[in-house]
């Protein structure tokens, strides 16, 4: 899904994208003439591989997530706002590179977290 960023209103639109067995679901508006907000809910299973064993297993998600977008470059001090250049926001992308680092992180299979415990 791909909106012009002017055309964000301000009052709260829900939203809901389905990427690799996640359910992003929640609302996208405006805050300012400059900043929008998207405010949702990565929720279910995916498939990661375990960083100690390789294997593949599936990733238990449950986060909420609230991003910034700025409408060109950004004259805020918050590393976390994502620019948006050619005043064209593209939902999927961000909420892909939102799991992309969710799944960068490191997690482990039941079976290594287990081993851990021992
Ligand atoms: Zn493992």
Redesign the pocket.
Known sequence: MKIVFRKIPYTKSSFSIEVEGLLCDGVFYKESNKISLLDFQVAGKTPTE?D????L?DLCVNENLSIKICDGVSDSEDLDIIECLDQIVDFDEIVYSEIASIKSDYH??E??KNEEGK
């Open positions: 375990c100690r064993c390789g294997v297993f482990y299979c079976e290594c």
